[in-house]
């Protein structure tokens, strides 16, 4: 029998129609300073150095998790890479940063190109409504690594701030106040411990009236962008410090930005959990300690700020129809 590629499971001839498919799409996200995007090996990006007496890039890089895999049961994939490009400008705005570029990576054992392409439409949706550029990616079709219609996602995105302007953990002090952002559900953390949960089709689809909706479509409401919120409160109030809540939940996170001398202290009832989570725990017998190391819980952001700001910057978020709540302060 001779062998070909294809007969080895990599089918150049579909990733190269992929690659036309999406480029249109691609373009859409492209901002004045994209000098060159997806074709060359590398993509081209203007920095307008001129606007910055200091400029300093912030990087991240991550994923969407096992939320693939409701996405994959339930055969629905437009809403995923959004999921991934709001975690990730999410991660550097808290530090003070605007992104500027995304870069993706898709991997599967075997590339289904409608599918990918649903996912890259999300991408491009979240970085447009961002304001940034999806300048380049890779697809990498890999039948060794990758079983049957398993896939991988990630993506890295880089931003710039003035350094002045930088967000960390230095000037939070004892007696600062958190205040808590709503968050959109579950975001993108959490999602191996509910599949144990909800681990088939059958349970995904069950209607809940709180929701209005089926739990698996529950579960899969894209990732909370707090961009423009983040910018918004950075310009009119005096912000210390700014946790991005993941994986490792609220205090997990939050002490990632406040300094090791300090402790954080929570009150867990300052706010009302949403219904999902307290579905999770019912179900699943989970105990409180591991609901709060896994989930949100409803909070998707934590500003940390002085005690005198607390008000007006709860009126201000009143005003802006953030949901927002006083759930701690800082020891």
């Known amino acids: 029998m001779k062998l070909s590629y294809k007969k080895s499971g990599v ?6 129609k992929f690659i036309d ?3 249109p799409l691609v373009k859409k996200s492209f901002t004045e300073n994209v000098i060159s995007g997806i074709g060359n090996f590398g993509a081209f990006y203007r920095i307008e150095l001129s606007k910055y007496k200091n400029p300093v890039f912030v990087s991240s890089i991550d994923g969407v998790g096992t939320k693939l895999k409701i996405a994959s049961e339930l055969n629905k994939f437009d809403t995923i890479g959004e999921d991934l490009v709001n975690h990730c400008v999410n991660d550097i705005a808290v530090c003070g940063a ?39 990616g890779e697809t990498a079709e890999m039948p060794g690594i990758y079983r049957g219609n398993d896939f991988d996602l990630a993506g ?4 710039i701030v003035e350094k002045k302007k930088i967000i960390n953990s230095k000037n939070v002090k004892k007696g600062d106040v958190l205040i808590g952002l ?41 990732h909370k962008s707090y961009l423009i919120i983040i910018q918004d409160i950075l310009e009119k109030f005096r912000i210390n410090s700014i946790s991005h809540i993941t994986g490792g939940g609220i ?3 939050t002490k990632r930005v406040v300094p090791s001398r300090l402790d954080i202290v929570i009150d867990w009832k300052s706010w009302k959990r949403p219904f999902v989570f307290d579905l999770i725990q019912k179900k699943g017998g ?43 302060h800082i020891n």
């Not at 870069?103 to 940034?132: F, H, M, P, Q």
């Not at 579950?186 to 739990?215: A, C, M, P, Q, W």
Request: aromatic share 10%.
């Open 156 to 159: 890295a995105i880089t931003g």
């Open 11 to 16: 089918n150049i001839s579909e990733a190269d």
């Open 251 to 253: 205090s997990g996170n």
């Open 286 to 328: 989970v105990s409180e300690s591991d609901m709060r190391r896994t989930f949100n819980l409803g909070i998707g952001l934590i500003i940390i700020v002085p005690k005198n700001e607390a008000d007006s910057i709860l009126e201000y978020l009143k005003f802006k129809k953030e949901k927002s709540y006083l759930i701690g």
């Open 182 to 222: 709503n968050s959109n559900g579950l975001h993108t953390n959490g999602f191996s411990l509910v599949r144990k949960i909800f681990d088939n089709r059958r349970k995904l689809n069950v209607y809940y009236d709180e929701f209005g909706k089926t739990i698996g479509e529950e579960f899969l409401k894209i």
């Open 98 to 136: 605007t992104p500027l570029f995304f870069l993706d990576y898709y991997a599967t054992g075997r590339l289904r190109s409608k599918d990918a392409a649903e996912i890259i439409k999300g991408i491009v949706n979240g970085c447009r409504k961002n304001k940034c550029s999806v300048i380049g």
């Open 21 to 23: 498919k999406i480029k």
